[in-house]
Every structure is written in C-alpha cells, then in structure tokens.
C-alpha cells in the first residue's frame, strides 16, 4: 500500500484551503509557502512516476485498468444504502496509479508551479487566496487522475469546477469573466447530470444474481473484458467455421451495444464538454479570453485535459463496443475537424488571448484522433500529446501573460510589433514555444501528433490527410503570431510599452525547465511513453480485435467500414 498517492492530494489541499482563509494577512508569506508545498507535490509526482515506471508486465487476464501502485485501506470502505438484486453496494476508497495517471499527475504538479512562480509579479491582489486556489484546483486534479473507483472520480471530476469559477471571476477580465464563468458552469452542469446517469448504468449492469454491483473501475474493466470483448473475439480464434463465427460475433457485439449506447451518450455528454469536442466548444473560447493568462495556463494544460482523461479512464474500458461500433468513426471525424477548424479561427483572430484557445483547441484535436484509432499508436500518440500539449500550452498561455504585464492585452497591430527587440529573452522563449507548438522536428509536439496521425492511418486515411492539412494551417498562424507580435516593426521601440524590463528570476525559473523538458521529450520520447507502454500494450491488445471484428474492412480499405448487419 503505497501511502505517496494520498499525501498527493491531501497536502496541496491542506495547504490551499489555510492559504484561502488566512493568506490575506500575509501576502508574500503566502505565496512562499504555497511555492513550498507545489515543489514537495512536484517531487512527490516525480517519485510517483518512476515507480510506475518500474512496472514491466500485467495481469493478462485483468482488465483493462490495473493501477501499478493502490492505495486503498479497508476500513475506508461501507455499504451504500442502495440494494441491487439483493446486493447492496459496497464502495471501498481506492486510489491507484498507471503510466496514464502517473503522467497527468506530474503534468499538473509542474504547471502548478510554473504557475504560482510567475503569480507572484502578475497578481497584484489578494495573491494569498489566488495562491490558495492555485493549490486546491491542484489537489482536485490529482485526486481524478489516481482514483480507481467510479464514486471518487465522480466527485473529483466534477468538484474541480469551483475554484476555477472563483478564479476566473476573481482575477479575469472585469468585462467578461462573469459571462464566461457563467457559461462554464452552464455547460459543466448540463454535462454532469447525464454523466452521473451513465456512471451509475455502469454500476448497474455490472450486477447479477450472484455478484455484488463494484464501483472499483479495476473489476468492472475487468467484468468488461470477460463478458464482451474476450466473448466475443475469443471464440473465433478456436473456431473452424471462422466466417460463420464472426457474424454471430458481430451480431452478439449489436445485441451487446443495444444495451450501453445510452450508457455511451450519456458519458460522451459530460466528458466531451469537459474535451471541447465539437460541437460542445464554445465555452473554452470564451473562459480563456476572459480569464487571467495564469489562470487559462492551469485550465488549457490541465483541467482542459480531464475530458481525453475519462476518454481513457472511462469511455474506453466500460463502453467499448457501442464506441467501436457506432461512434469510433463520428468522434474521430470531429477530432479532425477540430485540427482544421480551430487553426482556421485561429488565423482570423486579432486578440491574442483568442487565437490561443483556438490554437488550443486544434491541437487537441490529435489527442481525440489517436484515442479513436484504439490502435498501439494512436494510444501511445495520445497519451503522449496529453502531456506535451499541456506543458506547451502552459508555457505560452505564462508568456501571454508576461507579456501583458509589460504591454497590456494585445492586438495583433502595428503597435503591437517588434517586442523581441525590446524584451528579446521573452522573445527566444516565444519563439521557441510557439515552433514546439507547431510540430517542428526535435521537439515534444512532433511526435505525439506523428504517432497520432499514425494509428488514425490505419483506420482512415481521409481523416489523416484532413489532419495533415491542419497541421499545415498550425504551421501558418504560429509563425502569423511571430510576425505581428514578436518581428515585422522597423527597430523601433513599440509604442504604449511599459519598461519594466525583460524576464526576471521567477519567470525563468517557470519557463526554463519546460523548455529543457520539451527538448529532452522531442528527441528521446521514449522517457515518457516507456511509462506508459505496458497501460497502452494492455488497452491497445483488448480493443484492436474488437475493432478489426466490427469494422472488416479497416486494414484492407483503411475506411472505417459500416458494421454488418
């Protein structure tokens, strides 16, 4: 039992929560040892991670999610007062990491202190309680990404929503944020409901006469996997009338959908305006424009990354033949709808703050296109992509607003030209994020959208080619940015500029260690996807039987085929 995963969650709490109440008092203390707590978090996460680096194999005949490392003491548990066939259900507190989890976790510990280590010069009130939900946002994030158990994740998922309310409201833009708040917590709501519907379905159907209803997702991926992929692909294997077999399969796997589409609609709806698929989007445009940079740093890096998460978490391991059947195809098209879209809004922006979250939405796109190829490479891709696009974005979203802080809020003008040359480590670090960003060679962004675009291959070549031509289109508006913001004045120095000087020790202190992870992740990604190798073997070997069964025709047409009838 490894007591590291929940001193993870409870000391960023604690730290928040008497941060919040008494930081008021003691502004500069506050915000140290709010510094404090986020870097004992950051080497906690690191310890973490290289633990569940450790693991080299797993159970063959679990499920789709076994967490490396548990944490889960029996007497946290009790007896719901809810019976189903006479059973009544037993939760008991699990939390558990995998080369998934492990990954987010660490992502979320090093934007945090990215974070608070440039709040300390951009906000300029009440930076004890800023600091505070800084901590408690973190501490809710984490307790997603290592809860093993449906009830936990629930609450954690949905529970993150206040404090970035608290923090859009506090310190956003005084002419938005109330409107941008307010359409956040419309849209996060209007996805709750349902999604706590289909997470009890789950519950439900996982109980019989003879077996008890679980919350724990390891035995009901493992219930999953027992009574729907490996029924239905095993036999053929064993079978001489191979054809004969894969049509009763394939109709068995129809019978089996009937009963969790609707268990799939109502999990899509929540965890989808969590991911900003199309067309459940408009809410990231306007909460990133209105927050404070920082603020959008923490929500584009992390919390924007809690919808992919319960694709992973959630969607793929409970629901995966009504996905594969009837929904791989149509959410993989939006994914690659959202690359062109997103970097087509992206170029006809002015504001900078709106042309990256369009930027962010794009690109987010390849990590909905590799979850739907539910191949080995478009799950390594996508996991991968995860964290790289939320370190970039963190990166960019911080220099946003140190350039703000200098400049005030930018439109991409004549005046706005040239601030390389006044600030020119603020403008090398521009540079250098926004050519990650754009997929160059070297660097971390290329190969996750490699592999991405890779396993979409397999499944469709139509989606690919869409892909590529939104990548084409990201290349553009990066170096548009670069142009208008950064080069293109006559060496003059720009006008309505604030001489506070270039980068100082914080804002590097922030920016520094992300850039050297970018570069160390673009030419040796097999630090991170290592990790997660053996979580990605274990879902990749479970799913791609189900989908070459249902869908014929993929490797030979490389179409998603329609499932027979």
């Not at 109330?178 to 996805?191: M, P, Q, V």
């Not at 584009?300 to 594969?324: C, D, E, Q």
């Not at 540079?431 to 396993?455: K, Q, R």
Request: hydrophobic fraction near 50%; include cysteine.
């Amino acid at each position: 039992m490894n007591s590291l995963l929940p001193i993870l969650i409870l000391l960023p709490l604690l730290a928040g929560t008497l941060l919040s109440v008494f930081g008021a008092a003691f502004r500069d203390v506050a915000h140290k040892l709010g510094l404090a707590a986020a870097g004992l978090v950051l080497l906690g996460s690191i310890v973490l991670f290289r633990e569940v680096s450790e693991t080299t194999s797993l159970d063959s005949s679990g499920g789709m999610i076994q967490p490396h490392v548990i944490y889960g003491p029996e007497w946290m548990q009790l007896s719901m007062p809810i019976s189903i066939q006479g059973h009544p259900i037993e939760w008991q507190l699990q939390l558990g990491a995998d080369g998934f989890g492990a990954a987010m976790v660490l992502l979320a510990s090093i934007v945090t202190l990215a974070v608070l280590l440039t709040a300390g010069n951009q906000i300029s009130q009440r930076l004890g309680l800023y600091t505070g939900l800084i901590l408690i946002t973190q501490s809710l994030l984490i307790g997603v990404f290592l809860s093993m158990d449906l009830l936990l994740f629930y609450v954690f998922f949905e529970a993150v929503l206040l404090p970035i309310i608290l923090l859009i409201n506090l310190w956003g833009d005084p002419k938005e944020s109330l409107r941008a708040s307010r359409k956040f917590l419309i849209y996060t709501l209007a996805g709750s409901i349902p999604m706590v519907v289909g997470l009890i379905g789950l519950v439900l159907q996982s109980s019989t006469k003879d077996k008890p209803s679980t919350v724990l997702m390891s035995e009901l991926s493992k219930t999953v996997y027992t009574t729907q992929l490996q029924s239905i692909v095993k036999p053929i294997a064993a079978s001489e009338n191979v054809e004969q077999r894969t049509n009763e399969a394939i109709g068995k796997a129809s019978n089996l959908s009937k009963t969790q589409t609707l268990i799939l609609c109502t999990l899509l709806l929540g965890i989808g305006i969590k991911m900003a698929i199309l067309p459940l989007h408009s809410w990231l445009p306007t909460t990133y424009a209105a927050a404070h940079p920082n603020t959008t740093a923490m929500i584009a890096a992390v919390v924007g990354k809690l919808g992919a998460f319960g694709m992973l978490r959630i969607v793929l391991p409970f629901t995966p033949i009504p996905l594969i059947e009837s929904f791989q195809w149509v959410i993989g098209s939006l994914g690659a709808i959202a690359i062109v879209y997103g970097a087509m809004v992206a170029l006809g922006q002015t504001d900078l703050r709106r042309l990256l979250a369009y930027s962010s939405l794009s690109h987010m796109g390849f990590v909905t296109l590799g979850l739907m190829a539910m191949n080995r490479e478009g799950l390594a891709g996508a996991s991968l992509q995860m964290f790289n696009h939320g370190i970039l974005t963190a990166a960019m979203f911080l220099m946003l607003g140190m350039i703000e802080a200098r400049r005030g809020r930018i439109e991409m003008n004549e005046e706005s030209r040239g601030l390389a040359s006044a600030y020119p480590k603020l403008g090398t670090f521009m540079v250098f994020f926004t050519l990650a960003g754009a997929g160059l060679p070297g660097l971390n962004s290329f190969v996750g959208e490699i592999l991405a675009m890779s396993g979409m291959t397999r499944i469709s070549i139509p989606l690919t080619a869409i892909a590529v031509f939104g990548a084409v289109l990201g290349a553009w508006y990066s170096l548009r940015v670069l142009q208008y913001v950064m080069f293109g004045s006559d060496g003059s120095t720009p006008k309505k500029l604030n001489q506070s000087g270039d980068l100082n020790t914080a804002d590097l202190l922030a920016l520094v260690p992300i850039a050297l992870l970018a570069i160390v992740l673009g030419v040796f990604p097999s630090k991170a996807t290592d990790t997660m190798k053996v979580d990605v073997e274990l879902l990749s070997s479970r799913l791609e039987p189900a989908v070459k069964l249902i869908h014929p025709n993929v490797d030979s047409s490389m179409l998603v085929a329609s499932p027979k009838n």
